[in-house]
């Protein structure tokens, strides 16, 4: 097994779990060193020379990774908890690593509640985009084995010698994902990101929105042929292609889509839903590009914008018609994501970008639990993280919200607060440049609640956070609680793409 892990990119395993006696590891590869032995890590940057960790580095890890799950504790008394399976890249900058970390709890026979366990592959810090690279590759892998290994550890922790030959499968199956991979390595992550969509479907204007070059849409011409560009999020340069919707440019997408469309991160599919008579077309095209990523192996996540929804017209029999008619086409789907989107309502093109974004990141889920978790303290009804320039990076809410608003449907809550939260921070912006001193909060009063908008820093970004609560003394608790959330998102958005 040492010997794998001194030849493979992975260079370390491990698995904790946190039971009556906390958080700790249960499962280490390669084994612990003694505490003397100890390297500095700087020391050490070449992945190939393996890894070396002791005891107290592994439960390290273990407390960290199980603290972003579990938070205070209290969500081990809920009874959904044995649905939660996701996965985080988190940073260990101590151990120059990074890991990709699958988070479940497993239901046992001598516990009376599940247990909350964390699975992390470390691999060196250099070669992180191994994982983003190869991430759905990934993911499958450890799914399938935690099927085997949870049914061993449901009557009891089995020993590490008993459980270990699955583990060395996992490593010798990884192995072969990084004898054939994704994309070549790079310390920087590059995203490729898609506009596809007929002609005249509201591509260029949705690009040059993102990019608040207002100014351009005036006299905008078709674009002809794929036309890339790119942009800094994050930590990250995403590659727009805003490919070209006439159908002989169609057709070269599709008959050369080892260059078009292979190992795109992101599809947004452009549809205007006020011209039926080209929906066909349009379907028909979708279909096309479908194939090909299911040709590639690719699970390209696909946002669907309908386009050209103004205001003026969303609520017509006639647009509600053509709508119902492409929900109708799209249900065919287990899931499926859309945003209507208008150039007379600039933020509803920002919304739907933010949750494109999102998608990227193996961390969105994470964030927001934690996000949750910190809004049952402090009885917070809605909060939305933002970074400066208006991505929602992460939301939470509950009942109480659509109560305090009065709007019901759980999806328009959230659409208003999207929408409205950019202007917020950008008001916030506005009223602290000319105060005299630096300013990190702003309170709106709207109708029967209290807007609470923060800024902080967090991994090296400015962001905001806003609130929404129903009394102004629980800024008390989220001040006291807003560093521990603080932390946790810290070590997150250091990974969220990049």
Not at 89 to 106: E, G, N, V, Y
Not at 196 to 213: E, P, R, T
Not at 329 to 354: C, G, H, M, V
Request: net charge negative.
């Amino acid at each position: 097994m040492e010997e794998l892990l001194n030849s493979s990119i992975i260079n370390g395993i491990v698995f904790a779990i946190y039971d009556n006696v906390g958080p700790h590891p249960v499962y280490m590869f390669p084994n612990p060193i003694d505490e003397n032995a100890k390297e500095d890590c700087t020391l050490n940057q070449d992945y190939k020379k393996g890894l070396k960790l002791t005891i107290r580095d592994f439960t390290q890890i273990a407390i960290k990774n199980l603290s972003l799950l579990i938070g205070d504790g209290s969500i081990l008394a809920k009874v959904d908890v044995s649905s939660f399976k996701h996965f985080g890249i988190i940073p260990f900058p101590d151990f120059c690593s990074t890991t990709l970390t699958f988070f479940h709890f497993i239901k046992s026979e001598y516990e009376d509640l599940p247990l909350a366990t964390s699975f992390s592959l470390i691999v060196n810090e250099n070669l992180r985009n191994f994982l983003y690279n190869n991430l759905d590759r990934l993911k499958k892998l450890v799914i399938d084995f935690f099927v085997k290994l949870d049914k061993e550890l449901v009557s009891s922790l089995k020993i590490q010698e008993e459980v270990s030959h699955h583990f060395l499968d996992l490593l010798n199956k990884i192995t072969k994902i990084e004898q054939e991979p994704s994309t070549i390595f790079s310390s920087h992550r590059k995203l490729k990101i898609l506009l596809a969509g007929l002609d005249n479907a509201g591509k260029s204007s949705f690009l040059l929105s993102v990019d608040q070059k207002y100014s351009k849409l005036l006299g905008l011409k078709p674009t002809h042929g794929a036309k890339v560009s790119s942009i800094q999020a994050l930590g990250a340069t995403l590659f727009l292609w805003d490919l070209g919707g006439q159908v002989s440019l169609r057709d070269k997408y599709l008959n050369k889509a080892h260059i078009y469309l292979y190992e795109a991160d992101l599809l947004f599919y452009f549809i205007d839903i006020g011209n039926p008579s080209r929906f066909k077309e349009s379907i028909e095209y979708l279909e096309g590009i479908k194939l090909v990523l299911q040709k590639f192996n690719q699970n390209t996540p696909i946002i669907y914008i309908f386009s050209k929804a103004d205001p003026d017209i969303i609520n017509s029999s006639k647009i509600k018609k053509n709508v119902e008619h492409l929900v109708d086409y799209l249900n065919k789907e287990i899931q499926f994501e859309i945003y209507f989107t208008s150039i007379f309502d600039p933020f509803s093109i920002l919304r739907a970008f933010s949750s494109g974004i999102a998608k990227l990141s193996p961390n969105r889920v994470l964030i927001e639990h934690n996000l949750h978790n910190f809004c049952k303290q402090t009885k917070v009804f809605l909060g939305l993280l933002m970074s400066l320039d208006g991505l929602i990076l992460a939301e939470s809410y509950t009942q109480k919200a659509s109560e305090i608003t009065k709007i019901d449907k759980p999806e328009e809550l959230l659409s208003v607060f999207e929408l409205t939260g950019p202007q917020f921070a950008i008001l916030f912006q506005i009223f602290s440049k000319y105060r005299g001193e630096p300013q990190n909060e702003a309170i709106f009063q709207v109708a029967n609640s209290i807007i609470v908008v923060k800024k902080v820093s967090i991994a090296d970004f400015e962001m905001f956070f806003l609130f929404l609560i129903d009394d102004e003394k629980k800024k008390e608790l989220i001040n006291q609680n807003l560093p521990t959330l603080l932390q946790n998102a810290n070590d997150l958005l250091l990974r969220y793409i990049s």
